[in-house]
């Protein structure tokens, strides 16, 4: 996998990158059919670019 897939992508780029609305990604989240995002802080959470590329597939 390469540098580029790795990077963390915060919501405003998920929802860029995706097209989904921010209710919509966590609805999905929830249902188990979107990607949930990780803790990478005290309080901040973002979702690897890797498994938003997959999910897009």
């Known amino acids: ?10 919501l ?4 860029e990158k995706t097209g989904k609305p ?7 989240i929830h249902l188990g059919i979107f990607p949930a995002p990780e803790k990478i802080g005290a309080r901040v959470v973002a ?3 890797s ?5 897009m597939q």
């Open 1 to 10: 996998m390469d540098d580029v897939s790795e990077k963390f992508l915060r």
């Open 12 to 15: 405003k780029a998920v929802i």
């Open 22 to 28: 921010k209710a919509s990604i966590y609805r999905d």
């Open 47 to 49: 979702w690897r670019l």
């Open 51 to 55: 498994r938003i590329l997959r999910w």
